[in-house]
């Protein structure tokens, strides 16, 4: 039994993979900065729904292009918060790099997170998705985001994605 309680915990390094009751997680780098200490991970659960790449912390980078070509998630988990001043998007995307990072993934839908829970930087708690909604508009991708509030949830299901047009 580990330290939290739980009878077996398995870490993965960057490029493996695990399969458990017909869910695969495939281990990616993520970028958060130079400090070791800042090191972690992001996810790509596939299983019978849609799959879903899970970038819980951190700045863009290229990797985000080769989990793309690799395997085009549906759906896009990607933290728009904690970016300014500039110097912060060392270790945090802004709404701006999360749509450079979803456009990268070719994935279907995005989702904004990591933003309006409380200050990681300067900007206001509302600005990162005040700031998203507006490029989702100029661009017209309202059909491809999903934009949830701090602590609402949504049921992504394949008929889901398929209604939505993609």
């Known amino acids: 039994v580990s330290p939290l309680g739980f009878a077996r915990v ?5 490029g493996a993979d695990l399969e458990l009751g017909g869910v695969g997680v495939i281990a990616s780098p993520l970028s958060h900065g130079d400090d070791p200490s800042a090191r972690g991970l992001a996810y790509l659960v596939r299983g019978d729904g849609p799959s879903v790449f899970v970038y819980p912390d951190g700045a863009y980078f290229s990797g985000f292009a080769d989990v793309g070509a690799r395997y085009a998630p549906d759906l896009a988990l990607l933290p728009i918060g904690g970016y300014w001043p500039r110097s912060f ?4 995307m802004s709404p701006l790099d999360a749509l450079q990072a979803f456009a990268d993934l070719r994935a279907r839908v995005l ?11 300067y900007e206001l708690l509302d600005e990162p998705m005040r700031w998203m909604r507006e490029l989702i ?8 985001a999903c934009l949830l509030r701090p602590g609402q949830s949504e049921l992504f299901a394949a008929a889901r994605v398929l ?4």
Not at 10 to 14: G, K, M, N, Q, Y
Not at 89 to 92: E, K
Not at 137 to 144: C, M, N, P, S, Y
């Open 89 to 92: 998007r060392d270790r945090h």
């Open 10 to 14: 398995v870490e993965l390094a960057v």
């Open 111 to 121: 989702v904004p997170i990591h933003h309006g829970t409380f200050a990681t930087s």
């Open 163 to 166: 209604r939505a047009g993609f």
């Open 137 to 144: 508009a100029e661009r017209g991708l309202a059909d491809h």
